[in-house]
């Protein structure tokens, strides 16, 4: 047993489930894998399988619905892949959907590079740290966890997060198969946009407070929270 439980019930009520394997047109599984683990429990295997008979399916699975101000937040995930083949290009992605005021669709990208839609709306900083049991480890398979730091710059009037779900990168003809260990969504204890002695910088945080629909913000936020989410 580890040190920790692998799970918070007080902070966490949304847990990913198994989806069987019958998601994009029966290209993909998502099942729960209880024979290895990133901190005990168990975690997801997600497999996605290309069909040459219908190249058009996207390798895209959904994790969770939100719906919730995106604002400053501090993303991380831990992921191994356990593909027969693994070429360079092969890799995953943890997207978030989200809505902006005026309606449009956005969608955030975090992967071994952060996409980021058109404009200069999102900053984000990443750090990648892999875990290796021994020296011996072959640094390719073993656990690996990104970790990111998001910045809505239009603070109050920032988007609304919807949808967090795995995106695959993979050739036409390979199988990605990976194992999910941790998803963990949480306010950062202090915003990006912080300043020394207390200050922040303009449109760096979001603001309850403001004229802008202070009382669904609240509501949001007081219903799904997100002080810390926990997909293990």
């Not at 497999?47 to 101000?69: A, E, Q, T, V």
């Not at 959907?97 to 980021?116: D, H, P, Q």
């Not at 011996?136 to 398979?141: C, I, L, S, V």
């Not at 002695?197 to 799904?224: F, M, N, T, V």
């Amino acid at each position: 047993m580890f040190g920790r439980v692998w799970f918070n019930l007080h902070k966490q009520q949304l847990q990913p489930r198994d989806q069987g394997n019958a998601l994009c047109n029966s290209c993909c599984s998502v099942k729960l894998h209880l024979e290895e683990a990133y901190n005990g429990g168990g975690c997801l295997r997600v497999l996605f399988k290309p069909n040459r008979n219908d190249p058009d399916i996207k390798p895209y699975i959904r994790l969770f619905g939100c719906d919730f101000p995106l604002g400053p937040l501090e993303v991380s995930y831990t992921f191994k892949n356990i593909s027969f083949t693994s070429s360079v290009g092969q890799d995953i992605a943890i997207v978030l959907k989200a809505k902006s005021v005026a309606g449009e669709a956005e969608e955030i990208y975090l992967g071994m590079t952060a996409g980021l839609p058109r404009g200069d709306n999102y900053t984000v900083r990443r750090e990648i740290i892999r875990r290796l049991e021994s020296d011996e480890d072959d640094p390719r398979t073993c656990w690996l966890t990104r970790k990111y730091q998001l910045e809505d710059l239009r603070g109050a009037d920032g988007a609304i997060l919807e949808e967090i779900g795995l995106h695959f990168f993979c050739s036409d003809r390979e199988t990605n198969v990976c194992l999910l260990g941790q998803l963990d969504v949480r306010r950062p204890a202090e915003p990006l946009g912080a300043l020394p002695g207390g200050k922040y910088a303009e449109g760096a945080i979001s603001d309850d407070s403001s004229d802008d629909e202070p009382e669904r913000k609240r509501l949001r936020d007081e219903q799904y929270g997100l002080d810390a989410v926990f997909a293990e």
